[in-house]
């Protein structure tokens, strides 16, 4: 059973860059999509990018000019850098890892079928 | 950016309640779309993908439906373990995105 586990800084000062490190266990990052969301306080789920195992990369352009994903298949992980982060990044940041199933007509069907529990990063002088 | 807009933000049921939650989307995502229970402190958790595919090990009491820009999830017979935020997801392009969430509360 494939789990996942988020590593890093829990505290992060304004202007530097946040770091994480998310670590497969129990099965192999090859042949999958690797995302990274994050959920500030009280608010909802943000989809940041994701990773392919090959280390292609799709960013959400709000966040893009500052965000690399990158993936390291021989220690089997994944990692975020968020750099010249503010208040405004504080929040719980979570792995995921992206399944995909065929339909008809050519239509791929994405979803996050496997999370991390996530860790709390704040960001604060 | 697909926008995804979930109603209501938060309701209350008793238990043995049937409970549905409707998520639109901005323009047409065919059945590309998913549901996520999310309860504090832990990861969230698949529960539909593909409109109305039953995620394994999900209890069967849930079950979406719809396409193009309107999806419904539905939990049959409330159970207290379903206190919960949920949330939809386009998978059809990028970026990601999600519903601004739903807390279901138990009455």
Known sequence: ??????????????????SLTCSVSGGSIRNYDWSWIRQ????????????????STNYNPSLKS????????????????LNSVTA?????????????????????????????TGTTVTVSS | DVQMTQSPSSLSASVGDRVTITCR????IGSILNWYQ???????????YAASSLQSGAP?????????????L???????????????????????TFGQGTKVEIK
């Open chain 1, 66 to 81: 500052r965000v690399t994903i990158s993936v390291d298949t021989s220690k089997n992980q994944f990692s975020l850098a």
């Open chain 2, 60 to 72: 069967s009491r849930f079950s979406g439906s719809g396409y193009g820009t309107e999806f419904i």
């Open chain 1, 88 to 116: 405004a990044d504080t929040a719980v940041y979570y792995c995921a890892r992206q399944e995909v199933m065929y339909g008809d007509y050519e239509t791929y069907y994405y979803y996050l079928d496997v999370w991390g």
């Open chain 2, 38 to 48: 999310h309860k504090p402190g832990k990861g969230p958790k698949l529960l539909i």
């Open chain 2, 25 to 28: 989307a901005s323009q047409n």
């Open chain 1, 40 to 55: 500030p306080p009280g608010k909802g789920l943000e989809w940041i990018g994701n990773v392919h195992y090959s280390g």
């Open chain 2, 74 to 96: 539905t939990i049959d017979n409330l159970q207290p373990e379903d206190l919960a935020t949920y949330y939809c997801q386009q998978c059809y392009s990028f970026p990601r």
């Open chain 1, 1 to 18: 059973q494939v789990q996942l586990q988020e590593s890093g800084p829990g505290l992060v000062k304004p202007s530097e860059t946040l």
